[in-house]
């Protein structure tokens, strides 16, 4: 980005780092740094809100959420209860994306099944950032042989594909939202560990952190109080990744009928039970499932950029 | 370019290139024998009693014939026994033994993984093929249309399921069009090869996947190169346009490409799981699909550590690849 600085930024550099200039514990994780600093998240923001991908990303996010928290008050359907005399219906008066196979009203099971895939993915994603930032961060400011030891597990657990590892761990245990949380969350956290371990390192050798070590702050402190605060751009970026993915990871799980069990469903559910029926040419069991699905992911991917853009320009002040 | 070998400065460099290689070996074995330690751990977490699993469930009567099932797979003795024991057996090629198939997991992934190769090995070579060009043109074109519309397109596909994008396909080339199958070859490797007709579908399902991922890395990676030094050099010099796109900037852009197939393996096994369900494609992913729903927990783990170390030789692989082809790893590490 080129754009000139506003006269209120320090224009020297290394003046703006943000942490020296706040005691620690004023920021919260994520949260707006007082002063100086405060101009540098307006900068991010303003550019943020220049990307046109990311006010197009905002909205469609925006206008799912409405659609599936919302419109169930509005459009009321019965979700729980199976209709067998009303099923496989074209859409149509009285249902406009038709029914499914047991009967539901498919519309009224999209946002049903949207609220069960955006929580799942963004509870797991937010776990998974979580575990990564700690296992992390605590790995590089360690160093040495502990730091060793935790990366080759992460190496390890890395060489097995996600999707293999979460399909054995929700094949022995049948799935709830809350253990495909747990189990996306357990086995996504790898590469947020890796990020935040190379900025671990080069934070951990940093004179303010050094500072704190000299006065007597031990290992916990330097961990949540300054390297984990100090990399917040990367967690933020990467946590809008984690739960793009995460989304995506119950999606392909439960269309292999190990994700969430009836009655409750959820997008990806939804496009295994329409799959039965692709001869029959349903496609309303089909289309709208996916289309939400791409449309939320491409939506947060369009997020993510754009923040990542933000924070450099928060990088490049420092 | 380094000097020739034989002159010391080079010699050096090699030495400190093979002290490089060992390290990265001896680091793949360690990471592998953490991958038996996780799946031996899934193996023990598996809720139940395996004897009862094996023998049915009204074993529970006869608690001399679990004693002797115990005694015989060596359950009753401590886990660490347990693991070296089942660790030597891996070691001599023993994956377990699938009592729901009644097959060995070996003989399993000796009928499924040429499958899996193939599939993979095609689609990944059509994605190469596709994406390459796709990436210098959006290059050479970046920020015009051609640029925008094929960054769109690897959002799309990066967005969308892969069970997605292959249920659309057979919707519209086999259900309206009936040009392709619907079903992946069901016969040998050879039936792969000569049965176009079905396996067009599984492959572009499978090829979309990484195509988007390797177009915009050879993008991303064109657009690194083409401000470097060399490039102003070759210019300056008076190349042609042409020659110096060809000759320096993508010869030198496809190093990360080369890297980024080895690691690629992961992503690909992944796309191979979805594709070949949707497919009902008899490879590795399918047989861990059916295994996952019937249980089959020896079948399970046994392809995960397969999985697991192709994927570290994979990126053992990526890596020294990185190493020969670019000189400038050699500098760094000396």
Request: charged share 15%; hydrophobic share 50%; net charge neutral.
């Amino acid at each position: 980005m080129t754009t000139p600085p506003s006269p209120s930024e320090p224009l020297a550099p290394g003046l703006g780092t943000i942490v020296p200039e706040q005691a620690p514990g004023e920021v919260a994780p994520g949260g707006v740094p007082e002063g100086k600093a405060r101009s540098l998240f307006v900068r991010g923001l303003e550019v943020f809100l220049e990307n046109k991908l990311a006010i197009v990303g905002v909205a469609i996010l925006v206008a799912m959420v409405l659609f599936c928290y919302i419109g169930p008050l509005l459009y009321h359907t019965d979700q729980v209860h199976v209709h067998l005399a009303n099923e496989d219906l074209a859409p149509g008066a009285g249902h406009p994306l038709g029914t499914d196979s047991s009967g539901y009203d498919v519309l009224g099971r999209l946002m049903a099944g949207g609220q069960v895939s955006l929580e799942v993915g963004l509870a797991a994603g937010f776990l998974a950032t979580v575990l990564g930032t700690v296992w992390g961060a605590v790995a590089g400011y360690a160093g040495g042989i502990v730091d060793a030891v935790m990366m080759r597990l992460v190496d390890a657990m890395l060489a097995i594909p996600t999707l293999f590892l979460a399909l054995v761990v929700v094949s022995m245990f049948p799935a709830t939202e809350t253990e495909l949380i747990i189990v996306v969350a357990l086995t996504s956290w790898l590469t947020t560990s890796r990020l935040i371990r190379g900025e671990a390192l080069s934070l951990r050798v940093r004179d303010y952190v050094q500072a704190m070590k000299v006065m007597g702050g031990g290992g916990t402190r330097a961990v949540f109080r300054h390297i984990a605060p100090n990399a917040v751009g990367t967690i933020i970026v990467n946590a809008t990744f984690q739960v793009a993915d995460a989304i995506l990871l119950v999606v392909a799980l439960s269309y292999l009928g190990l994700g969430v069990q009836p009655p409750k469903t959820d997008w990806g559910g939804m496009l295994s039970n329409g799959v039965q029926y692709t001869y029959d040419g349903y496609w309303w069991l089909i289309y709208p499932a996916g289309i939400c699905i791409v449309l939320v992911v491409i939506a947060i991917n369009f997020i993510g950029d754009a923040l990542r853009d933000a924070f450099e320009v928060r990088l490049q002040r420092r | 370019m380094p000097g020739p070998p034989g002159t010391p400065v080079s010699t050096r460099k090699e030495r400190t290139l093979t002290a490089f290689l060992l390290r990265r070996v001896l680091q793949a074995i360690i990471v592998i024998l953490i991958v038996t330690v996780i799946t031996f751990a899934l193996l023990r977490a598996i809720p139940g009693n395996v004897a009862i699993a094996v023998l049915g469930p009204t074993a529970y009567r006869n608690p001399a014939t679990i004693a002797h099932f115990n005694a015989e797979y060596g359950f009753n003795k401590p886990w660490f026994d347990q693991y070296f024991l089942w660790l030597g057996h891996l070691l001599q090629g023993n994956l377990g033994y699938s009592w729901k198939l009644n097959q060995s997991v070996a003989s399993l992934l000796g009928s499924h993984v040429p499958k899996t190769l193939i599939l993979g090995g095609i689609s990944t070579i059509l994605a190469l093929l596709v994406a390459i060009p796709i990436g210098v043109w959006q290059a050479v074109r970046r920020n015009r249309a051609v640029d925008y519309t094929f960054t769109a397109f690897s959002f799309l596909f990066y967005a969308a399921p892969s069970f997605f994008v292959g249920t659309v396909l057979i919707m519209v080339f086999s259900d309206k069009m009936h040009i392709f199958g619907a079903e992946g070859p069901q016969g040998g490797v050879v039936n792969d090869l000569t049965d176009w007709k079905d396996m067009t579908l599984p492959v572009v399902t499978l090829a979309l996947i990484t195509f988007a991922l390797f177009s915009r890395y050879m993008r991303s990676s064109m657009l690194d190169n083409i401000t470097e030094d060399y490039v102003r050099t070759a210019r300056a010099k008076g190349a042609p346009e042409r020659r110096v796109l060809i000759r320096h900037v993508l010869r030198n852009s496809l190093i990360p490409i080369a890297t980024l197939v080895g690691l690629n393996l992961p992503v690909i096994a992944a796309g191979a799981l979805i594709t070949e369900s949707v497919f009902n494609y008899p490879g590795v992913g399918y047989l861990f699909f059916q295994s996952a729903l019937n249980q089959d927990y020896p079948v399970l783990l046994g392809i995960l550590i397969v999985v697991a170390i192709a994927t570290v030789i994979g990126s053992l692989l990526a890596d020294i690849a990185y190493a020969v082809l670019d000189p400038r790893v050699r500098y760094v590490r000396s």
